[in-house]
Each structure stands twice: as structure tokens, then as C-alpha cells.
């Protein structure tokens, strides 16, 4: 079914100039409260963006701090490995000598115990209990302690080198 199309409605001229008074003054209203909230936002915007900026120039100064700690630490570090690396060094060189000490003792502890061995196979009034055989097994037993205390100085040393060398040979950093 078809509508009928009705007339628009008429206004006087006074009707006009007071819708339009309104309508004027709505919108001068309307503008001024859109300035207010442009202002508003403007100023808001300039609080972020302070804040912003001043947080980040304070997390850029404490990540700057922190850095030149990290730097420092990380040169200490490398001083006190340097320093554990000639003190591993010279530990291997004292181990060496060690080694070859007891090698030595372990000589002269054979050539007295043969030399005693010998004066042990004399015969008759030859087989004589003397100070040079009091001193041949004084020199054995002091060389026996003394290969004793070679020998777990060595062990200890190579310990002691097994447990330093494991941090040195593991590079992570």
C-alpha cells in the first residue's frame, strides 16, 4: 500500500530566527566545549609524554649504571682468571718437580737398599752391624717418609689442579 506524502511543515519567519538563535548558540556551546576538551587532551598529552620522557631518560641512566657495573665486574673477572691461570701454571711447574723429586728419592732409595742388600750378603766376620749400617737404614727410613710425603703432596696437587682446571676449561661467559 502506498503512503501519502504529506507537506512539510511551514514556519514563520520569527520561528526560523529563534530555531536558528538556538541552533546558533548549541553550537557556540558544542565549540567551546571542544576547545576545552582539545586543550584538555593537549595537556594531558603533554603530561604523558613527560612523564614518559623522564622515566625513560631515568631507566636509560640506571640501565647505563648498570652496564659499567657489569664492565667492571666483568674486568675484575678477567684479572682474578688471569691471575688463577699463572697460579695453575706454576702449580704444573711445581708438580713437575715434585714429580721429578720423588723420582730421584725413589733412586737413592733403591741404591741404599741395594747397598744394604750387599753389605747383607757378607759372610763371617765381614757381616759387621756397624754406623755406616745404623746409617743406611736411618737413610732408607728417611726416605721412605720422605717419599711418602712426596707422594701425597703429588696426589693433593693433582687434586687440587683437577679441581681448579674444571672452571677454567668451561668458557660460559
Not at 30 to 55: H, I, K, N, P, Q
Request: overall charge neutral; aromatic content about 4%; some cysteine.
Amino acid at each position: 500500500m502506498a503512503k501519502l506524502v504529506t507537506r512539510p511543515q511551514r514556519f514563520t519567519p520569527e520561528e526560523w530566527k529563534l530555531a536558528s538563535k538556538v541552533k546558533h548558540k548549541n553550537t557556540e556551546r558544542d565549540r567551546a566545549a571542544t576547545e576545552r576538551l582539545v586543550l584538555e587532551c593537549d595537556r594531558l598529552d603533554g603530561e604523558g609524554r613527560g612523564t614518559v620522557d623522564r622515566t625513560l631518560a631515568d631507566v636509560n641512566k640506571k640501565l647505563e649504571q648498570r652496564l659499567d657495573h657489569v664492565k667492571n665486574w666483568k674486568g675484575e673477572l678477567e684479572v682474578k682468571r688471569t691471575e688463577l691461570a699463572k697460579e695453575i701454571d706454576a702449580t704444573e711447574t711445581y708438580l713437575v718437580r715434585l714429580e721429578k723429586s720423588l723420582q730421584s728419592l725413589q733412586d737413592n732409595l733403591h741404591i741404599a737398599q741395594t747397598t744394604l742388600a750387599n753389605r747383607e750378603k757378607r759372610y763371617d766376620i765381614d757381616l759387621v752391624h756397624d754406623d755406616v749400617q745404623k746409617d743406611l737404614i736411618m737413610e732408607i727410613s728417611a726416605i721412605q717418609g720422605a717419599i711418602a710425603l712426596l707422594t701425597r703432596t703429588i696426589e693433593q696437587t693433582k687434586e687440587q689442579l683437577s679441581i681448579t682446571n674444571a672452571p677454567m676449561n668451561s668458557n660460559n661467559y
